[in-house]
């Protein structure tokens, strides 16, 4: 998550590389379980998907607040008030997507174990 935050800072737009490869471990995790059968995927989306939507939201919303500082940084000066807002509506989206990632980090260890 940190490493959102960070792409996000320095390239803008740059957490899309780490959404895009969390995205593709997904995909290949449910790919292993199914095991090229077709008849499987439903179960292998279920079982992935119950943590994984979850995680995808803490990702997406880090990279939005690092998005959100890097705007801040380019408008504003430091000693600006509107920079410290800025600032604090970006640590209160980290500290949504930390809540969010203990959920779904949570949800992997004992709910996921119970269906499979």
Same mark, same amino acid.
């Given at each position: #998550?940190?490493?959102?935050?960070?792409?996000?800072?320095?390239?803008?737009?740059?957490?899309?590389?780490?959404?895009?490869?969390?995205?593709?471990?997904?995909?290949?995790?449910?790919?292993?379980?199914?095991?090229?059968?077709?008849?499987?995927?439903?179960?292998?989306?279920?079982?992935? #998907?119950?943590?994984?939507?979850?995680?995808?939201?803490?990702?997406?919303?880090?990279?939005?607040?690092?998005?959100?500082?890097?705007?801040?940084?380019?408008?504003?000066?430091?000693?600006?008030?509107?920079?410290?807002?800025?600032?604090?509506?970006?640590?209160?989206?980290?500290?949504?997507?930390?809540?969010?990632?203990?959920?779904?980090?949570?949800?992997?260890?004992?709910?996921?174990?119970?269906?499979?």
């Amino acid at each position: #998550m940190l490493f959102c935050i960070i792409f996000s800072l320095v390239f803008g737009a740059g957490a899309i590389f780490i959404l895009a490869w969390n995205a593709t471990v997904i995909a290949t995790a449910i790919g292993i379980f199914a095991k090229s059968s077709l008849s499987n995927m439903p179960s292998a989306v279920f079982r992935y #998907m119950i943590h994984g939507l979850p995680e995808i939201a803490a990702y997406f919303t880090a990279a939005l607040a690092g998005g959100i500082i890097s705007i801040g940084l380019i408008r504003y000066d430091v000693k600006d008030s509107r920079f410290w807002n800025v600032m604090a509506d970006s640590l209160n989206l980290i500290l949504i997507s930390i809540v969010i990632l203990i959920i779904a980090a949570l949800i992997e260890v004992f709910i996921t174990p119970k269906f499979f």
